[in-house]
């Protein structure tokens, strides 16, 4: 079944919905959510994106990254992406920042992906369930480790991550 995406226009007034491979292969506005999910002892929970997926696959990603469906919120497209990836319930969000607008071009796959993003903070110790066909694994990392990694192999962590990571300041 064909996924449809809300398109917008540059003063981010809806436009119509557009299956969303048309979307990434015109660069239409569309939003997204991205969730930072802590434990308790401060490691954040990051996926490992499934193999299948048409945008850098086989790479560690935000604990939820997820294209809003038509009319949702960002919150409410948060709390559903915790709970389809990583199965988790009752988390309560706060929103890290304002909306911003990010360009991804990525040529050879023919995709230009212009989103406009919310991220949300969130802290559970609730067991994770994966989403299988989504998610390959989970790893749990303190913020120093996943500091590390980024420097030593930025190619295993997908744009928006490294990007939004910078941008809050979790990687000062």
């Not at 919905?17 to 959510?33: M, P, T």
């Not at 995709?111 to 559970?124: A, H, N």
């Not at 990694?149 to 979790?170: K, N, Q, V």
């Amino acid at each position: 079944m064909k996924e449809f995406l809300e398109t917008y226009n540059d003063r981010n007034q809806p436009t119509g919905l557009v299956a969303r491979d048309r979307v990434h292969q015109f660069g239409l506005w569309h939003r997204a959510v991205n969730v930072f999910l802590f434990r308790t002892d401060g490691r954040l929970i990051t996926q490992l994106r499934h193999a299948s997926k048409d945008v850098w696959p086989g790479t560690w990603d935000l604990s939820v990254s997820e294209h809003l469906t038509p009319g949702e919120s960002y919150l409410d497209g948060a709390v559903r992406g915790l709970n389809e990836e990583l199965g988790i319930k009752g988390v309560e969000l706060e929103p890290l920042g304002e909306e911003v607008r990010t360009m991804l071009e990525l040529p050879e796959l023919g995709i230009r992906d212009c989103e406009l993003q919310m991220c949300f903070r969130g802290i559970s110790d609730a067991e994770i369930v994966l989403q299988v066909d989504e998610v390959a694994e989970v790893r749990l990392i303190h913020l120093s480790e996943l500091r590390g990694a980024m420097c030593e192999s930025p190619g295993s962590f997908t744009p928006w991550f490294c990007d939004r990571a910078g941008e809050i300041g979790l990687l000062n």
